[in-house]
């Protein structure tokens, strides 16, 4: 499975971002993705899963980010987006997205990354 990530940037503190995920199959078909952020010196990380997009879904966040990113499929845009509000340079990072399941089935495909560059 393709994804190509969009929407990174350079924007000042307290200002937001959408990043979008497109992949290169139904987002209705994927289980489980997730987006993930790598900065420099430092391991890649979760920042927020979604599971079930089919359905009712769920979602869950790391603690940095909880109240301020939001996960969630677009069926129009046949994206998986990440809303990140309020951000910080401490944000600043590559972010990727990550398909953890597919038709039921586990797999582990990456997009190239996005940069967001959070400034002070």
């Known amino acids: 499975i393709q994804l190509v990530e969009s929407g990174g940037g350079l924007v000042q503190a307290g200002g937001s971002l959408t990043l979008s995920c497109a992949p290169s199959v139904s987002i209705f078909s994927i289980d489980a993705m997730g987006w993930y952020r790598q900065a420099p010196g430092k391991q890649r990380e979760l920042v927020a899963g979604?599971?079930?997009?089919?359905?009712?879904?769920?979602?869950n966040y790391a603690d940095s980010v909880k109240g301020r990113f939001t996960i969630s499929g677009d069926n129009v845009k046949n994206t998986i987006d990440l809303q990140m509000n309020s951000l910080k340079p401490e944000d600043t990072a590559v972010y990727y997205c990550n398909i953890r399941n597919y038709l039921g089935v586990e797999v582990d495909d990456w997009g190239q990354g996005t940069q967001v560059t959070v400034s002070s």
């Open positions: 979604i599971t079930g997009i089919s359905g009712s879904g769920s979602t």
